[in-house]
C-alpha cells in the first residue's frame, strides 16, 4: 500500500500544482514469468496537477522485477522505470479512463500504480537475447553446457537404413 494523498489543497484550484514521492509495496504484481517481489518497494515521483476535471498525475515509476526466462527459466531481476499520466476525477464516468477522486479528497495512487506497472511487464522475457534455452531432449541448459548435445543427424540417418536396407552404404 503507498497510501493515500491528501489532495484537498488541489481540487478546486485549477492551476494549482505539487510534487509527491511515494514509496512502497504494491501487491498483485506478478504474471506467470514476471513479479514485483515483496522485498522491492515501488516509487513513484508524482506531480499532481489540478485541473478543471478534476486532478492530473503524471511522473515515473520506478522499482524492480523479478523476471523468469521464457526460455530457460532462470529467474533474474531487472529495474524498471515507467512514465504515467493519469487522471483522478470525482465521479468517474465508467467509459472514460479514469481513477476515482475520494469524496473527501483523498487520491489513491495503488491501483493506478499497478495498472501502469501490470500493462508493462514483460510477457516473454529473455535472460539475454541469445539464450540458448533448454534442450528439448535432456533438459540441459544450454547456456551452461549442461545439454552434452546428441547426434540427431545420425538417429535420423538411422531410421532411413532401416527402412531401405538395400540403399548402397555411402562411406
Ligand atoms: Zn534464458
Ligand atoms: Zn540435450
Redesign the pocket.
Known amino acids: 500500500m503507498l497510501g493515500a494523498i491528501d489532495v484537498r489543497d488541489l481540487v478546486g484550484h485549477p492551476g494549482s500544482s505539487r510534487e509527491e514521492p511515494v514509496v512502497g509495496m504494491v501487491e498483485g504484481l506478478a504474471t506467470e514469468l514476471a513479479r514485483v517481489p515483496d522485498d522491492a518497494p515501488i516509487r513513484a515521483d508524482l506531480l499532481l496537477e489540478s485541473v478543471i476535471e478534476g486532478i492530473l498525475v503524471s511522473g515515473q515509476v520506478r522499482g524492480r522485477w523479478t523476471l523468469r526466462?521464457a526460455?530457460?527459466l532462470?529467474e533474474f531481476d531487472q529495474p524498471f522505470g515507467l512514465d504515467l499520466h493519469e487522471l483522478f476525477v470525482s465521479h468517474p464516468d465508467e467509459e472514460a479512463d479514469t481513477y476515482p477522486l475520494g469524496p473527501d479528497g483523498q487520491l489513491e495512487p495503488d491501483q493506478m500504480i499497478r495498472d501502469v506497472v501490470g500493462v508493462e511487464m514483460p510477457f516473454s522475457p529473455?535472460?539475454?537475447s541469445d539464450?540458448q534455452?533448454l534442450c528439448a531432449t535432456c533438459g540441459g541448459n544450454r547456456?551452461l553446457g549442461e545439454c552434452p548435445g546428441h547426434a540427431e543427424l545420425d538417429q535420423r540417418f538411422a531410421v532411413l537404413a532401416d527402412l531401405f536396407p538395400d540403399l548402397p552404404n555411402l562411406d
Open positions: 526466462c526460455r530457460c532462470v529473455l535472460c539475454r539464450c534455452g547456456n
